[in-house]
Nanobody, 124 residues
Framework: QVQLVESGGGLVQAGGSLRLSCVAS????????MAWFRQAPGKEREFVTG????????YYADSVKGRFTISRDNAKNTVYLQMNSLKPEDTAVYYC?????????????????WGQGTQVTVSS
C-alpha cells in the first residue's frame, strides 16, 4: 500500500509560480512511477506530467511543456511539481498518482494509488 499526500496548492495571479509536493508512505517509493493529473470544474481528469523510477525520464502534456517541471527525491519519498508562468486555464485540483508499472502512462486507470488532491487557482 502507498498513501499519497499533496500540498502546496493555493491562489496565485497569472504569470506566477507554485510548487506542489506529494509525499508517499512506504519503503518502496523509488520503485513507483509517479505522475500528476488535474481536474478542472466540469472537465475530466487529465494527465499533466509523469516521471520514471529514477527520475531520468519525464513526460509532459503539451499544455504544460516548458512551464511545468516534475522531479522526485527518492530519499524523501517526495515528488514535486514546479509550475511557472501559470495561466487561468491551469486552475484545477491537482492529484498525485503512483503506479507499479515500468513506464509512465497517461491514462488514469494505470495508476493504483491517488492522493486527495490540492486546489490550484490562477486568477487573471
Amino acid at each position: 500500500q502507498v498513501q499519497l499526500v499533496e500540498s502546496g496548492g493555493g491562489l496565485v495571479q497569472a504569470g506566477g509560480s507554485l510548487r506542489l509536493s506529494c509525499v508517499a508512505s512506504g519503503r518502496t517509493f523509488s520503485r513507483y512511477v509517479m505522475a500528476w493529473f488535474r481536474q478542472a470544474p466540469g472537465k475530466e481528469r487529465e494527465f499533466v506530467t509523469g516521471i520514471s523510477w529514477s527520475g531520468s525520464s519525464t513526460y509532459y502534456a503539451d499544455s504544460v511543456k516548458g512551464r511545468f517541471t516534475i522531479s522526485r527525491d527518492n530519499a524523501k519519498n517526495t515528488v514535486y511539481l514546479q509550475m511557472n508562468s501559470l495561466k487561468p486555464e491551469d486552475t484545477a485540483v491537482y492529484y498525485c498518482a503512483a503506479t507499479g508499472t515500468v513506464r509512465v502512462h497517461t491514462r488514469q486507470r494505470e495508476y493504483n494509488y491517488w492522493g486527495q488532491g490540492t486546489q490550484v487557482t490562477v486568477s487573471s
